[in-house]
């Protein structure tokens, strides 16, 4: 079956399940994030494995759930739960939902994530606007034959994270109180955590954090022309600057902590979201 085919009839399940709802912002919480998405009001609640040609999430810490309803007087499509390369997926299945998304009329994306903290100047526990991303590795959901009815063949990827929206989440975190950093992100795919000489090598290249998600949605998200938005929460510092082993329950740890002040932000990003944008 054609992507196209596969997107429409995805496209169709879901609306049907909507009830109505219009979403126009596309969220994906990652790893310990995805509390948020149980504050949504008047949410329609589908379980990934109910819909068409969808991945399942396999990673603590991932509900697995696509909750639709209103958020800070705005309706939100939420994904409780991404998916990974690392998972056995395909670059293309990762990207499905972004797909998805798009096809339902979605043209602003916000995307979070969960990453190991490079800058040895940062912390764990703080939050980090994407300014731009790294990707080294070969793959990339672009390849193969070109979706047309969803974006060119060659695209530009200068402006990959809105700076209308990373001047937004400026200011929500201001009148929140709250001090946030930007960087860059470089993605690797794990499941392995990062080596400390590889974390060497992603600072000399100018990475802030580094993690195992976000990339490929933003290349799908760039190559369909949709506003996005990327926050990190610096979970741990990355392999080889604390004389301390790597483990996810840190993670899951940190996103916990860090939930108050997370979800503060988010709302008031999502309060302040520019209409032109929607």
């Known amino acids: 079956m054609e992507l196209m085919e596969k997107l429409n009839e995805t496209k169709a399940f879901i609306e049907k399940r909507l009830d109505g709802r219009k979403p126009v912002i596309g969220m994906i919480l990652g790893s310990g994030l ?3 998405a149980d504050s949504i009001e008047d949410a329609a609640v589908i ?4 819909i068409p040609h969808f991945p399942v999430s396999t990673v603590p810490g991932h509900k697995g759930r696509l909750v639709t309803g209103m958020l800070e007087g ?6 409780q739960g991404r998916f990974h390369y690392y998972e056995g997926y395909s670059m293309d ?5 972004v797909r ?3 096809m339902l ?3 602003s994306l916000f995307l979070t994530n969960a990453a190991g903290c490079v800058n040895t100047a940062w912390k764990p526990g703080d939050l980090m606007l994407i300014e731009d991303h790294i990707k080294l590795i070969a793959d990339n959901p672009l390849r193969g034959r070109n979706p047309d009815g969803l974006g060119a063949r060659f695209f530009d990827m200068t402006t990959a994270y809105d700076k209308e929206l990373l001047q937004t989440a400026e200011e929500a975190a201001a009148v ?3 001090s946030v950093r930007k960087g860059v992100y470089m993605l690797f795919t794990g499941p392995s955590f990062e ?3 590889e974390v060497r090598f992603a600072r000399l290249a100018g990475a802030d954090a580094v993690g195992m998600s976000t990339v490929p949605e933003a290349i799908a998200a760039s190559h369909m022309r949709m506003h996005t938005l990327g926050i990190s929460c610096l979970t741990n510092m990355a392999a080889g600057i604390l004389d301390q082993p790597l483990n996810h329950e840190e993670v899951l740890e940190t996103g916990e902590r860090v939930k108050s002040s997370f979800t503060s932000l988010v709302r008031e990003i999502v309060r302040r979201w520019p209409e032109e944008k929607l």
Do not use: N, Q, S, W
Not at 93 to 97: G, K, R
């Open 34 to 36: 995805g509390d948020l």
């Open 105 to 107: 009329g979605i043209r």
């Open 74 to 79: 705005k309706c939100v499509m939420c994904m």
């Open 176 to 178: 929140k109180g709250l």
């Open 195 to 197: 080596t400390a000489a």
């Open 93 to 97: 299945e990762v990207v499905y939902p």
């Open 100 to 102: 998805t998304m798009y």
């Open 47 to 50: 379980d990934y494995h109910e």
